[in-house]
């Protein structure tokens, strides 16, 4: 049982970590739309502190537009762009970082409010701390990802890289879903206990996982635009390999059209594994979270046919990316209502 002290005030933690966990989903679909329309490159230097200054006049746009035409991209992709398009594309990789740097702010100085008032419940001050160490790796893992691209051989970042980059933020995303439900829980009854990951409950958060990592492969290969049919590929169910000789695994992490078969079929699996879920923390006690669930998962595989079936809109990939993160707050929930250890002693 968590010992509250008189200063202790869960719920306040629990509400600010809402917030954090609102911009965290905002910034999963910001760098869904720089992937989506190229933007990534855009920036080829990492400056933590003056990089909050965008360029303020054409000598310093044409400065960053000049470090711009230096990699492959540029040569190989971009020839002839203008300062405009440049600025477009600039645009949405300047918000990714800027709502990235926020995040660390909006996290860190409450943090160390919260802290220095021994606001934080007994036991949860090092999962916060571990929490923001999470998201400081998570903005190395942005950087690092964005370096894998700035060469003249690439036109674009490593796919693993971006999986990283991706998997490492619904990480963090999740592990703030769930300790703000253990601190919101622990905020109405001062005897309740922090929740515990079932079997089942780590069993599809796996699966979902591999969904998600394979979704982040799909964007980083483009795989999406292998075909617009669905649930045939290209007139056939399984749509064959396309770098003939290469091992089955170097297939299923590097050829666009199986990386993209493995990512609608395993859908199914993880689905499967979502409805057992949803009826175990129905049975727990909390509809909602089981609502919850199965919502999100409708929704999400509409929005992946539709978004292949229209050859990647760009708002309805955006959206489908926005669904992705709330499936895996979903889940978070659903997985802590079937591990929740009730006290019958209130206050």
């Known amino acids: 049982m968590t010992v509250l002290t008189l200063t202790a005030r869960p719920r306040a933690l629990a509400y600010w970590l809402f917030v954090v966990a609102a911009m965290i989903v905002a910034m999963v679909v910001v760098g869904g739309v720089t992937r989506l329309t190229e933007s990534g490159l855009s920036i080829t230097e990492w400056k933590p502190i003056s990089g909050i200054v965008p360029p303020l006049n054409d000598a310093q746009w044409q400065a960053e537009f000049d470090h711009y035409k230096q990699i492959g991209q540029y040569q190989q992709l971009n020839q002839g762009m203008t300062l405009a398009g440049f600025k477009a594309i600039f645009f949405w990789e300047y918000i990714h970082r800027l709502l990235g740097r926020l995040i660390g702010m909006a996290f860190a100085l409450p943090l160390l409010w919260f802290w220095i008032r021994k606001q934080i419940p007994q036991g949860y001050g090092w999962r916060l701390v571990a929490l923001l160490a999470l998201g400081g790796l998570q903005g190395a893992f942005g950087w690092w990802m964005v370096k894998s691209g700035l060469n003249h051989t690439r036109t674009s970042v490593s796919h693993f890289w971006l999986a990283t980059h991706l998997m490492t933020a619904l990480f963090t995303l999740g592990g703030i879903v769930w300790t703000m439900l253990d601190l919101r829980a622990l905020g109405t009854n001062h005897a309740e206990r ?39 590929m290209n007139d056939r169910f399984f ?16 050829d666009p059209a199986i990386v993209h078969f493995i990512h609608r079929w395993w859908a199914w699996v993880a689905v499967a594994g979502l409805i057992v879920l949803a009826r175990k923390a129905k049975a727990a006690g909390d509809r909602r979270a089981s609502i919850a669930i199965h919502s999100a998962f409708g929704i999400q595989i509409l929005l992946g046919i539709a978004t292949v079936m229209t050859g990647v809109n760009l708002h309805l990939a955006a959206t489908h990316q926005l669904v992705g993160a709330l499936l895996v707050c979903a889940t978070v929930w659903g997985a802590h209502a079937a591990g929740r250890r009730r006290s019958n002693t209130t206050y």
């Open 239 to 254: 749509p064959g390999v396309s770098q003939i000789g290469e091992s089955p695994l170097h297939a299923a992490l590097y």
């Open 194 to 232: 922090p929740a515990r990951l079932t079997g089942i409950g780590a069993g599809v958060l796996v699966l979902l996982a591999i969904q998600l990592f394979y979704g982040a492969l799909v964007a980083g290969l483009d795989a999406g635009l292998v075909t617009n049919q669905w649930p045939l």
